[in-house]
């Protein structure tokens, strides 16, 4: 066996890869790109040096999927009477992760609040990703945006829920057994530690303005991971959960919550 099977049939390696490439290429773009001085807001500038995050966006895609691709067959993404379940909850999830923003609009504020209302996340949320690099309408604009969608709704999903639920909450289980024990951990078993790590860790994984929004909806997908058993039902929660705040967010100019 060649080592690049070797590779593909590490299931560990398949758990952990495609989240690390999104991770990584999170921490180039937010932390890295903007204090190299070869990038620069400037109009007379080619795109790729003014605004990077569309490249990046970009490659983000293309490794990432491949990575997915390449590892494939290690995932337990089998059919479910439970899938239902995981999109309706990936729905009202959703709503508790749009409402502080929907919030400011109700409330008719004029600047972000402080305090309680803070750390609930009650921001108006116009500044982010909205492919207005490109003329809206044309041929770039729209592979943007669907790239954007593609992170969002494929590719996020898949490896957050297969890192954080079928590897994560297995691995805690048993963290102290023959290495690679921990995968006959059957997929979903709950632990009071699991259900604490797993999803303070998927809040932590997101911005602080995030935070109330993503323990609400942490508990939750734990919740549905727990009660179906079902890998695909959890990633389908998050893609529908993913889709519709996407669709939100450009609707209604809330370019900050993706």
């Given amino acids: 066996m060649s080592k690049l099977e070797k590779w593909r049939n590490d ?12 991770l990584i290429m999170g921490l180039i773009g937010g932390n890295v790109i903007p ?9 007379e500038l080619p795109w790729w040096q003014r605004q990077p995050e569309y490249w990046i966006l970009g490659l983000e895609v293309i490794l990432g999927t491949a990575a997915l ?43 972000d609040p402080e305090g309680w209302m803070k750390r609930l996340g009650i921001q108006e949320r116009r500044e982010g990703f909205d492919g207005s690099l490109f003329e809206n309408g044309s041929v770039q604009y729209w592979v943007a945006v669907i790239a954007r969608f593609w992170r969002a709704v494929v590719l996020v999903a898949l490896a957050e829920e297969i890192f954080w639920r079928s590897f994560l909450m297995r691995y ?22 699991t259900f604490w790590v797993v999803t303070l860790a998927f809040v932590i994984a997101h911005a602080p303005v995030d935070y109330a929004a993503a ?18 039902s959890v990633v389908v929660m998050h893609g529908v959960a993913n889709l519709l705040m996407g669709i939100y967010a450009l609707h209604f100019g809330k370019y900050g919550l993706w």
């Fill in 11 to 22: 299931r560990t390696l398949a758990h952990v890869v495609p989240l690390g490439i999104i």
């Fill in 35 to 43: 204090y190299i001085g070869f990038f620069r807001d400037h109009s």
């Fill in 69 to 111: 691709l390449f590892f494939w067959k290690n995932y337990e993404l089998k059919w479910s009477k439970w899938v239902w379940f995981g999109a309706v909850m990936g729905a009202v999830g959703i709503v508790f992760w749009i409402l502080p923003t929907q919030l400011y609009e109700w409330l008719g504020l004029e600047e």
């Fill in 172 to 193: 805690l289980l048993d963290r102290d057994g023959p290495a690679g024990r921990f995968w006959k951990v059957p997929f979903g078993k709950p632990s009071i530690l």
């Fill in 215 to 232: 323990f609400i909806y942490g508990v939750l997908a734990y919740w549905v991971t727990v009660v179906t058993r079902s890998l695909l």
